[in-house]
Nanobody, 121 residues
Framework: QVQLVESGGGLVQPGGSLRLSCAAS????????MGWYRQAPGKQRELVAV???????NYADSAKGRFTISRDNAKNTVFLQMNSLKPEDSAVYHC???????????????WGQGTQVTVSS
């Protein structure tokens, strides 16, 4: 029904940058909030950043000042620009989207498959 596909992950050196993208497609009337979560091996999944339909955003303390979340509403796409990357940023990053299926409907949350980010020298 709704599919989220992430891209942009990879291997970078400490201090480097990556830009993650997540595009939602399928039976979508509109997209409410979109966000990025990450999970490292043996760790709980944590919220990295979230942005609502009006453009307001929130970040985890570890991401503030280094990461920027943005979105293209026309393309139902959310981005995460990650700068000054640290080894502790290494994780699988998952996109989340809260989606309306119609003008009169409840929202449903959808998740992408994840994209690996590895920060290592």
């Amino acid at each position: 029904q709704v599919q989220l596909v992430e891209s942009g992950g990879g291997l970078v050196q400490p201090g480097g940058s990556l830009r993650l993208s997540c595009a939602a497609s399928g039976s979508i009337f509109s997209v409410n909030a979109m966000g990025w979560y990450r999970q490292a091996p043996g760790k709980q999944r944590e919220l990295v950043a979230v942005i609502n339909s009006g453009g307001s955003s929130n970040y985890a303390d570890s991401a503030k000042g280094r990461f920027t979340i943005s979105r293209d509403n026309a393309k139902n796409t959310v981005f995460l620009q990650m700068n000054s990357l640290k080894p502790e940023d290494s994780a699988v990053y998952h996109c989340n989207a809260r989606v309306y299926s119609g003008p009169i409907s409840y929202t449903r949350d959808y998740w992408g498959q994840g994209t690996q980010v590895t920060v290592s020298s």
